[in-house]
């Protein structure tokens, strides 16, 4: 019976050391919509050089993704659209501040129907409806809504009604190709994925803060080779090179 019991403890621990390995070299991306192309193909390349690697994949608004790390789900990289929601997860523990990084930058753009004519923020009051991402919880909206209060129109559209919220930019997008908008507020490489809006506008850069995409490895990422070399992957010449091309302003 002793005998039996050993074999089985011994062939339970097997098990479990095998699926350990099975799930070694898992790296779990949570990264804001906005990047979802261009990490696509960076992730391509990765794993040509690590085939070993497996890069699970959750894309959403910055705030939504920054609340699902410090509410237990599995994160190994984070990277936002502003610095408030890395700041977030560093705050809870999740990541070590020291190991910040910014991915790359990007432009704050209205994009809507071909046509449309709206030279400045002070036109939006002559449109019906404007998308823009939830400010709570999406960065571009938060951009957006800093420019048009800088601009002096955002109560007023507020007021109006004429502010259709979106879960996130790409969602934001969506109604403006869709036209169930006059436009949206979107980041400039999201319009260029449009198969029907086009930029209308470029919002001025002393409008709103700089668009920039912090990067973080969580500690749960500092314990997995994998991971760290993913994080270092990033910053390298090929993932700058994919960006760029994908229209991020990159630091290289």
Not at 133 to 145: D, F, H, I, L, R
């Amino acid at each position: 019976m002793k005998i039996r019991k050993m074999l089985f403890t011994v062939l339970l621990c097997a098990c479990s050391l095998a699926t350990s390995a099975a799930y070694a070299g898992d790296i779990s991306l949570s990264a804001a919509a906005s990047t979802k192309e261009a990490m696509k193909e960076i992730i391509d390349g990765f794993k040509k050089l690590h085939p070993e690697a497996n890069v699970l994949t959750n894309f959403g608004a910055s705030g939504a993704l920054a609340k699902q790390t410090v509410q237990g789900a599995p994160t190994d990289i984070f990277i936002s659209a502003n610095d408030q929601w890395l700041d977030f997860i560093v705050k809870d523990s999740k990541a070590d501040a020291k190991n910040k990084g910014v991915l790359a930058y990007n432009k704050l753009v209205f994009a809507g129907k071909k046509g449309l004519e709206v030279k400045s923020l002070s036109d939006m009051k002559n449109l019906s409806r404007i998308a823009i991402g939830t400010p709570a919880s999406v960065p571009a909206g938060q951009y957006a809504e800093q420019a048009l209060r800088a601009a002096k129109v955002y109560e007023d559209l507020a007021k109006d009604n004429k502010l259709v919220m979106a879960q996130d930019v790409r969602q934001a997008l969506l109604y403006a190709d869709r036209g169930e908008v006059d436009g949206a507020f979107v980041y400039s490489t999201d319009a260029l994925l449009a198969e029907n809006a086009v930029i209308l506008l470029v919002v001025p850069d002393d409008l709103y803060d700089r668009v920039s995409y912090p990067m973080v490895i969580t500690t749960a990422g500092e314990a997995k080779a994998e991971a760290k070399a993913f994080y270092s992957y990033m910053s390298g010449p090929e993932a700058q090179a994919i960006l760029k091309k994908f229209g991020f302003v990159t630091a290289q």
